[in-house]
């Protein structure tokens, strides 16, 4: 069954215990992408990769790292979380990006709370 | 840069009722557009998409949207919703050659058997 998976699905940590979700992804996708969902503001990116060994920032990447070193892998770290990381984030999968592309293959998310 | 706005943020209609939610983009030049639906509890989920061609997409559980260039549009309408309809809508921009897809705020509906 092609999907992307994320883990863990929920955590709550503590202020600068360093942690890491998790994505994956069995659809041979090049592009993957962090989104974190917040009330009232809607889904915006984190960071996203259009290959291995390719990241770029979106448009919140503050306090978070990725890495892309094999493909259907892109997990998201927290080095340092502080409570305003508190959120549900998905990670987000796509065959590219440009003309007649860019639809989104959702993960089912990871609820965060950082106390 | 690309950015989207919906302009209704909460939306409550009784069963069978017409739904239009409204999507505007800012982005001038060739785009891909998107609906996502978010059940309660769940993932994104996408619901139709807009490439080319006829501008009026037909997309899962009876939804379609109508892409209007001239006004940087692409409103989601479904004659008859139902209970089940209740979710979180989504309108989603990916400009050509950008990398990124920008999603608006959302509008959740709430449909009242």
């Known amino acids: 069954e092609a999907q992307v998976t994320q883990n863990p699905r929920y955590l709550i940590t503590v202020t600068g215990k360093k942690l890491t979700v998790t994505c994956s992804q069995n659809?041979?996708?090049?592009?993957m992408s962090w989104y974190r969902q917040d009330p009232g503001l809607g889904l915006r990116q984190i960071y996203y990769s259009m290959n291995v060994e390719v990241t770029d920032k979106g448009d919140v990447p503050e306090g978070y790292k990725v890495s892309r070193k094999e493909k259907r892998n892109f997990p998201l770290i927290l080095e340092s979380p502080s409570p305003n990381q508190t959120s549900l984030y998905f990670c987000?999968?796509?065959?590219?990006?440009?003309?007649?592309?860019?639809?989104?293959?959702f993960g089912e998310g990871s609820r965060l709370t950082v106390l | 840069a690309q950015s989207v706005s919906q302009h209704n943020h909460h939306v409550i209609l009784s069963e069978a009722a017409s739904l239009e939610l409204g999507c505007n983009y800012s982005?001038?030049?060739?785009?891909?557009l998107f609906w996502y639906v978010q059940y309660p509890g769940q993932h994104l989920q996408l619901l139709l998409k807009?490439?080319?061609?006829?501008?009026l997409v037909k997309g899962i559980k009876g939804f379609e949207a109508e892409f209007i260039k001239s006004k940087f549009s692409f409103n989601l309408r479904k004659p008859s919703v139902q209970w089940s309809d209740t979710a979180e809508y989504f309108c989603a921009v990916n400009s050509g050659g950008y990398q990124k897809v920008t999603f608006g705020i959302g509008t959740k509906l709430q449909v009242i058997p």
């Open positions: 982005y001038g030049g060739t785009v891909n």
């Open positions: 987000a999968s796509s065959p590219g990006m440009g003309l007649a592309t860019g639809e989104l293959f």
């Open positions: 659809m041979n996708h090049e592009y």
């Open positions: 807009y490439f080319s061609g006829d501008p």
